[in-house]
């Protein structure tokens, strides 16, 4: 879906997150992808580093 033509992303929109601990994600983006009379919403979590 990413890199079909029959599909347009829409802006990004970004924000932080609500977090309890400092596990959970600090910031998330999404977007709309329109095809049509058809659409998607995507979202995306940005995970904080995993230290090993």
């Known amino acids: 879906m990413f890199s079909n033509p029959e599909w347009q992303r829409g802006p990004f929109e970004t924000g932080l997150c609500h977090r309890d601990s400092n596990a959970q994600p600090l910031a998330a983006r999404r977007s709309r992808f329109f095809s049509g009379n058809h659409s ?4 995306e979590y940005f995970l904080p580093t995993l230290i090993g």
């Not at 998607?40 to 979202?43: K, M, Q, Y």
């Open 40 to 43: 998607l919403l995507v979202g």
